[in-house]
């Protein structure tokens, strides 16, 4: 029986080394948070307060632009998030996924509209593989805003098959120039993109950055569940690109998007699902009903500690996917596939408690619980459902299925 | 600086003991004593007195008021000698519970002749809390201290009562023990805290024969046991703060090493890649569920145990607790039905007082049934909600209405 022993610690040591020797001790990396960590969580989080209140967030998904385009370029160049993963040479911050998941976890929270999932994740995570420093330095300065072609429910795992075709070039293309039609459905954080990184089949496969603005990209907006995440349809007809990588390297540079991806989501997921507990909690100490506070009841306080519960596992879970992700661990397929199952689960439970136990309130436009709710959902497919995430299990932690050509048990 | 790891090479700058310092201090106590040579009863009692029990407890009982991380190095130094130990798992209770109780109410005498035979296990404690009125709600308990009136001036008690779900009660010398004192104010305030001698006339320990088969625990019924004062621990009438300290300090240590891997689910895992012939596609899906969950609360647990080394307890220990209890009834239960008929025979259910409950060791039956007890014992899950509830998350507590109610006009 595991049970919290709270006198095994000292004074000694500071909190870094104590913990660094800790983890250490038992073979896994931390899974805490560091002070770098924190004062950077507390400067990310202020910016979306401020300009992300959940009033502002839902007048937007009614506007023409639904990504907020200042806050992001508040976010990505002045705070410098964008640049997170990118290394200093290339101007970004040279960390690592540790402290880009405590900025995942932060939009959550606010289930602010800015493409940093899209952009500073998935774009960044497939151009670091791909070594397109070009784009690398746009995307750190901030001067750019790039988009992966895949339809957002793409799993790590198994690279999508591309439904783009390359072909041939047109007189005039400058060398190594490729035309590009087809169409992509799904996209994330494409609407605010400067520059699209497509797969495309062809001789060889290879992943192409597209200009969004130029000529021959069409991309549609879609009427979205997530209203705060808004997908687009994308269609490409005789579109230029330039190769970022071929062959090989590139579906290691899809496998390396779409894995980041799915961890820096589930830390997107525990934001959400802390924020959703957190207001709900708020609230039930200040509802009263049959005069007391709603809060009071045994009822309503077990299921809270129950998702209270859900919370804190599914936190060690995100922080090991970081952890594994940040160090090159070979454990990372599994961190993934769990923290991605873990916080996908309860990112949906907390935003349903939020709106039950709200009542009446929770259900109207007004309030902001919807937002979460919708963005817990839609989440909930990107990059890999938590039961696709858990049968992958199923050869990665060798549980295989039931043979199907033996017919029934016993028979 | 002091370093819990035992990295040191001598003494501190500021002139503190370091790890290195005290595995010096046990090579020069084993040349002294070979435990070769004496018997292991004395060589326990000189390690006591040398004060290399428990480092972090004060000089003279048994340790040197050093920071408890310090007494890794020690114990390793002795293993490493092939010395004998004081097997701390058989006085779980002792170590656990009697000895920061005994030194944080006890007095000097109490602290000195108690807490020696205790370490070397020469006199095993359990506890005598729990009463059949009184489970979760133990502060409602009713088992009877009264005070002796005449005789000499120091005075003693008499006490009657009746205790359940001890452990290790046949086996014990000594017995933490919570009685009602004051009947006649709040339920909380009426109690006292006493030290019973568990050979003293009057207590009778009979096995408690649960579920399984067996009797790990025991009933304890005190009929007029006398108890001199001086085996009072705390004040009359604050025996719920004694308590509520012993309980603090109830728990499992996280421990010094980790969980591998499939540490609580290894036996389903295997036998589902032992036998092909037993999966099914409903059993695959919640196979998965349950390695999933399982390995995320081992890392939840590896994050609680940091926060422990670099001194930020928090709250995830009831956490722990509650998925523990129920991951361990779940997985069990899907080992039963993976394993078809054999899942309809069970070891052995002959009456028996385990000396060791190794849950992993018996039959999938056998871990069904037992796993049932991990969501009562130490705190139902539905006590530990409600802890999560209102310490953690601070919701407002409770109705109560048993609070300023003289404990002898509460309905029951």
Known sequence: MTQATHDTHDASGTGATRGTQAAASAGLPSLLYSDTENELRAAVRALLQDRAAPAAVIARTETAETYDTGLWKALAADLGCAGLLIPESLGGAGASYREAAVVAEEIGRSAGPVPYLGSAIVATAAALSAGDDELLADLAAGTATAALAVPFPAAPGAVPAATVRVGAPRDGDPAGVARLSGTVTGLIDALPADVLLVPADGVPYGLYAVSAASPGVTLTPVVSLDMTRQLSDLTLDGAAGRPAATGQAAERAVGAALTAGAAMLASEQLGLAERCLEMTVAYLKERRQFARPVGSFQALKHRLADLWVGVTQARAAARYAAACLAAGDPDVPVAVALAKAACGDVAIWASQECIQLHGGIGFTWEHPAHLYLKRAKSASIGFGTSGSHRASLAWLADLPAPDAAAGPRGG | ?412
């Open chain 2, 1 to 412: 600086m002091l370093t819990g790891t035992g990295t040191g090479t001598g003494t501190g700058t500021d002139g503190s003991i370091t790890a290195e310092d005290l595995r010096g201090q046990v090579r020069g106590f084993l040349a002294g004593h070979d435990p070769a040579a004496i018997g292991r009863l004395e060589f326990l009692r000189a390690r006591f007195d040398a004060g290399l029990a428990w480092v972090h407890y004060p000089a003279g009982l048994g340790g040197q008021g050093l920071p408890r991380a310090l007494q890794q190095a020690v114990d390793a130094e002795f293993a490493a000698a092939g010395a004998p130990g004081n097997q701390p798992e058989r006085i779980v209770i002792g170590l656990g519970m009697a000895a920061p109780t005994i030194l944080a109410f006890g007095t000097d005498e109490q602290k000195r002749r108690w807490l020696r035979p205790l370490w070397t296990g020469e006199e095993v404690w359990c506890q005598l809390f729990s009463e059949p009125g009184a489970g979760s709600d133990l502060a409602s308990l009713a088992t009877r201290a009264v005070r002796d009136t005449g005789g000499d001036s120091t005075g003693g008690w008499t006490i009657t009562g009746q205790k359940v779900w001890t452990s290790s009660a046949h086996v014990a010398r000594w017995a933490l023990l919570v009685t009602r004192t004051d009947p006649d104010v709040p339920k909380h305030k009426g109690m006292t805290y006493f030290a019973c001698d568990m050979t003293a006339p009057g207590v009778e320990v009979r096995p408690l024969r649960q579920i399984t088969g067996e009797a790990e625990f025991n009933e304890v019924f005190l009929t007029g046991v006398p108890i001199p004062d001086s085996d009072r621990i705390g004040a009359v009438g604050e025996g719920w703060q004694v308590a509520t300290g012993t309980l603090m300090n109830e728990r499992v240590a996280i421990g010094g090493s980790a969980i591998p891997r499939e540490g609580g689910i290894a036996n389903a895992a295997a036998a589902w890649r032992e036998q092909p012939g037993l999966r099914t596609a409903g059993l695959h899906d919640r196979l998965l569920r349950l390695w999933a969950d399982t390995e995320v609360a081992r890392l939840a647990g590896e994050r609680l145990r940091q926060q422990l080394a670099v001194g930020q307890p928090g709250p995830e220990g009831s956490a722990a607790k509650l998925v523990f209890a129920r991951l361990n009834q779940e997985i069990s239960a899907f080992e039963v039905e993976l394993a078809g008929e054999a899942g309809l025979r069970y070891d052995d259910w002959t009456m028996r007082r385990p000396d060791e409950v190794n849950f992993y060791a018996r039959d999938v039956g056998y871990r069904y049934l037992r796993a049932r007890g991990n969501s009562i014992e130490g705190g139902t899950s539905e006590i530990l909600r409600n802890i999560i509830a209102e310490r953690v998350l601070r919701l407002p507590p409770e109705i109560r209405l048993d609070k300023d109610v003289p404990w002898k006009d509460l309905p029951r």
